[in-house]
């Protein structure tokens, strides 16, 4: 069984503070990895994607990948009310054709 | 571009009744997901269409069904519904072309259905 775990939530930083949300999953031969924001009552929107090791950097938000430990984070510089919201790490695992695999979500609540 | 788009936005069904959600996916994506979302599941996916066929399907009864037209416009059908079915349903698009795939999903608002 495939998994994506995101733990250690829910997560509350004061505005203008780093956030750092993490995830795990569970196979090496993932190849893509995605962050979706999800503000209560919406739906997921895309937000980072992110192929190879290493940092991505999109504005605010930065993703980073690190394929030997498993793990994908989504740093939110500066943060924002507007930033609170739920965050899912998704994994695409194996071939064209092969499912998304969402974690269960970490809420994030940026203080004024 | 529009963005994905689903029908209706909320339904009330009883138990035993079926239900036919809708989904039109961004112009120009070809692969269209469909998932669950409860608060206690999370984000379940359900199947994925490509070129009018079932690519990919998830752990679902076979109440759970779909399908996908020539224009790339999906529908979702639920038969038999029962009170468990009760969760949002969100359709997803991508990019999908012949020996050459983009992997960003684009979700659609969802259809929030209740079964009473």
Not at chain 1, 70 to 92: G, M
Not at chain 2, 63 to 72: A, H, K, L, T
Request: one cysteine or more.
């Amino acid at each position: 069984q495939k998994e994506v775990e995101q733990n250690s939530g829910p997560l509350s930083v004061p505005e203008g503070a780093i956030a750092s949300l993490n995830c795990t999953y569970s196979d090496r031969g993932s190849q893509s990895f995605f962050w979706y924001r999800q503000y209560s009552g919406k739906s997921p929107e895309l937000i980072m994607f992110i192929y190879s090791n290493g940092d991505k950097e999109d504005g605010r938000f930065t993703a980073q990948l690190n394929k030997a430990s498993q793990y994908v984070s989504l740093l939110i510089r500066d943060s924002q009310p507007s930033d609170s919201a739920t965050y899912l790490c998704a994994v695409k695992y194996g071939g064209a054709n092969s499912k998304l695999t969402f974690g269960k979500g970490i809420t994030l609540s940026v203080r004024p | 571009k529009a963005g994905v788009t689903q029908t209706p936005r909320y339904l009330i069904k009883t138990r035993g009744q079926q239900v036919t959600l809708s989904c039109s996916p961004i112009s120009g994506h070809r692969s269209v997901s469909w998932y669950q979302q409860t608060p206690g599941q999370g984000l379940q996916f359900l199947f994925e269409y490509f070129s009018e066929t079932q690519r990919n399907k998830g752990n679902f009864p076979g109440r759970f069904s779909g399908r996908q037209f020539s224009n790339s416009r999906s529908e979702m059908n639920v038969s038999t519904l029962e009170l468990g079915d009760s969760a949002l349903y969100l359709c997803a698009s991508r990019q999908a072309f012949r020996g050459r795939s983009t992997y960003e999903q684009y979700f659609g608002p969802g259809t929030r259905l209740t079964v009473t």
